[in-house]
């Protein structure tokens, strides 16, 4: 049996099999899953990302690795120095094909609203930071953990009047224009070269990365959750950033 289509522990989620490259279509989030999480996204560049390993998974997967993750397409470029060209961007909003097409699938629209909203209430709190995505808008507060509930509160209500989607995260809520999310730009790239064909695998650690989880299982793949243990729909999982990082490099070191 596949590797990638080994079954989940009946226990829960369990350690994950190293992963058979050959067969694989890897999807990985940033945050919290390859980088450590900061306390501003700014704080995470170059050296916070595992060059050398992304390089050699790159190529041992023939290029069938993509980033998926809520950051901006420029952000993604700035902290993997364009050393992955399959990105999905904005939580699935934003794609950018192998090819290096980009297909954006929402404007601002409301959300230019909902950030003047958010910038108001960070302009009274400094430990609050304002995140413009252009088709999302995210309020952290990692570094004032005591006003989550002032922010989540202020997010749904915005939410609810300017009919967006709103997402929460860890130390972070967004309000995002409708569109494709996670799941649906796994599904996508699954259906161009080089992934068509291979068994999908998506590694994150938050909420929104659920929807890759499943897009992944529902394709023959599974999914990993790093980080500690919450209720998730992932097959398996590691415990943090340092042993995702492991795991991937267990992978390499077999196929030499």
Not at 79 to 108: C, K, N, T
Request: hydrophobic share 45%.
């Amino acid at each position: 049996m596949s590797l990638a289509h080994a079954p989940r522990p009946a226990t829960g989620p369990g350690h994950p099999p190293i992963l058979d490259l050959d067969r694989t279509a890897l999807f990985l989030d940033v945050d919290g899953t390859i980088a450590d999480l900061e306390a501003t996204p700014e704080a995470v560049g170059p050296a916070s990302v595992p060059g050398g390993l992304l390089d050699a998974l790159s190529q041992r997967l023939g290029g069938r690795l993509a980033v998926v993750s809520g950051r901006a397409l420029a952000d993604l470029d700035r902290v993997f120095e364009g050393r992955v060209p399959a990105v999905a961007a904005v939580h699935g909003l934003v794609r950018r094909r192998i090819d290096g097409q980009v297909i954006e699938r929402a404007g601002p629209g409301p959300v230019a609203e909902a950030l003047a909203d958010l910038k108001a209430l960070a302009k009274a709190d400094p430990g609050l930071l304002v995140e413009d995505k252009g088709a999302a808008v995210a309020l952290h507060y990692r570094r004032h953990p005591d006003a989550g509930p002032a922010c989540r509160d202020l997010a749904h209500r915005l939410g609810e009047r300017l009919a967006l989607p709103v997402l929460e995260g860890d130390m972070v809520v967004e309000l995002r224009a409708p569109g494709p999310d996670k799941g649906a730009a796994v599904a996508a790239f699954m259906a161009e070269a080089p992934f068509a064909g291979h068994a999908p695998v998506f590694v994150g650690d938050d909420l929104t990365d659920e929807d890759g989880f499943r897009a992944a299982q529902r394709m023959g793949g599974f999914g990993v959750v790093v980080g500690a243990r919450r209720p998730t729909t992932a097959e398996y999982a590691v415990a943090g950033v340092a042993a995702a990082r492991a795991w991937l490099a267990a992978a390499v070191e077999r196929e030499r």
